[in-house]
């Protein structure tokens, strides 16, 4: 049985200092009716709570560490460049090295600007898209997750899904009647929608792989269409790559499924586990962005040295080896064909969908297309899937509208034990 008493009382403790006593919704574990254990410490693929109860973590930071915790390279390097100092609010080396690495990895990105978070990333891509295009609407889709500003908050998958809020109080009318929401892999509307409006539309922005209403794989066909009808109706279409970028495969969503966006919005893996992201694209799109053009968007800490060490060194490792990043998607291989047998074994309908390094699991009898699929999955049936694999050490993100990551560091021993424990939790799901 799980000992959860130190992670309990400090629960208690932060309930009385931030709301849900937490600094990002999901992880209050709200859907899964448990308490979130405390995290004391990470190494490799392994997570620790305050109680020193040890997990397989398949949250890696919500997908950051794909190199695993507190890999050797990038502490060493953070404690040398912290030892230079912090922060300095003036150009470093470092930024144009991280700059020339993600380029030399996304070659449809030729200038970017690195910033603090995702969020910043789609929403300064979106003030260039309009600002270039001199148009105020955009495209999203339903269950896609861009980061929390206003005109992205309408419709919105992860923590905003699970918590039943899509669309959020707080959101001006107004800026969310400028955002089109359709549904994710909907060729039809999406056509119909550019055929009407299509040369009112600054941007259309699109989870190329949708991580944020559980992982929804793409159809051809969908990327393609909105590939062909931003580009005959003069929008821009933004890939968010924050969540799939170097995890779908090396060279991204972009790169994998063949189709060129014009901007492109990463995070996540660019800062290794501190705070980075990065928005960037066509040359002529960002040179509009100040000082080289009119459209404004800044940052105290942007580009901040630790974030880009932490960024160069995790990026190295996952470049300099290039079967890197195909050896940890090969492991995710084995434990989502081993999460289905044991499904069938157990007599469970489950959904599992992998992309690279990246998986999750909806507990339906269908295949999962959009959000409306994701919806009707059994989230009762994934609370308690959930409480047993945490109850036999496997850590994994508390919501179906969430997806799980495999890391470098995740051994043959991890998957095995990983795999072993979700024949009981789909035992405990058959019989509750
Ligand atoms: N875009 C995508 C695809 C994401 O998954 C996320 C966060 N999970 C964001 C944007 C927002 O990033 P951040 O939480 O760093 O603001």
């Known amino acids: 049985m799980l000992t959860l008493t130190h992670s309990q009382a400090a629960f208690k ?19 899964v009716r448990c308490t979130p254990p ?3 410490s990470a190494k490799g693929s392994s997570i620790t709570d305050i109680d020193g109860n040890t997990y397989i973590d398949y ?14 390279r990038v502490v060493k390097a953070l404690q040398e460049a912290a030892a230079r100092g912090t922060s300095y609010g003036a150009p470093t080396l470092l930024e144009s090295e991280i700059a020339r690495l993600i380029k030399s990895i996304y070659p449809s990105i030729e200038k970017l600007r690195m910033v603090n978070s995702g969020t910043e990333a789609t929403m300064s891509a979106l003030r260039v898209a309009r600002g270039f295009t001199g148009r105020d609407k955009i495209i999203k889709f339903q269950g896609c997750y ?5 005109s992205l908050l309408v419709s919105a998958g992860s923590g905003a899904a699970t918590f039943g809020q899509p669309d959020s109080p707080g959101v001006p009318a107004a800026t969310a009647a400028d955002t089109i929401t359709l549904p994710y892999n909907d060729s039809k509307s999406f056509n119909r929608i550019m055929d009407g409006f ?6 259309v922005i699109v989870e190329p792989v949708a991580g944020n209403m ?23 279409l933004i890939f968010d790559e924050v969540m799939c970028g170097f995890r779908t495969a090396l060279h991204g969503a972009q790169a994998y499924y063949g189709i060129t966006p014009d901007m492109t919005c990463l995070g996540k893996i660019i800062g290794g586990g501190l705070p980075a992201a990065a928005y960037g694209g066509k040359a002529y799109l960002m040179d509009c962005v100040s000082p080289a053009g009119p459209i404004y968007q800044a940052g105290t800490l942007s580009g901040n040295p630790l974030a880009m060490t932490a960024g160069i060194e995790t990026l190295r490792i996952i470049t300099e080896d290039p079967s890197y990043t195909v050896r940890v998607t090969a492991h995710t291989t084995t434990l989502t064909e081993g999460l289905r047998q044991k499904a069938a ?3 469970v309908a489950v959904c599992v969908h992998q992309s690279g390094s990246m998986f999750s699991l909806f507990f339906t009898d269908k295949d999962v297309k959009n959000f409306a699929d994701s919806s009707a999955a059994d989230q009762d049936a994934f609370a308690v899937y959930f409480q047993s694999m945490l109850e036999q050490g496997i850590y994994l993100p508390p919501s179906q509208f969430e997806t799980c990551f495999v890391s470098g560091a995740h051994t043959d021993d991890d998957i095995r034990r990983t795999i072993e424990a979700a024949g009981t939790a789909f035992a405990a799901v058959a019989s509750y």
């Open 13 to 31: 403790d932060a309930q009385s200092l931030m709301p849900g006593g937490v600094n990002s919704p999901v992880r209050s574990y709200g859907r």
């Open 59 to 72: 949250v890696g930071s919500w997908g950051p560490m794909i190199a695993g915790h507190a890999h050797p």
């Open 198 to 203: 299509g040369n009112d539309i600054a941007a």
């Open 38 to 40: 405390f995290i004391a």
């Open 146 to 150: 861009h980061g929390h500003a206003d």
């Open 345 to 347: 074994e157990a007599g």
């Open 214 to 236: 559980g992982l929804v794989l793409p159809e051809e066909s969908f990327l393609q269409a909105l590939r062909s009808q931003t580009q005959a109706h003069g929008a821009i």
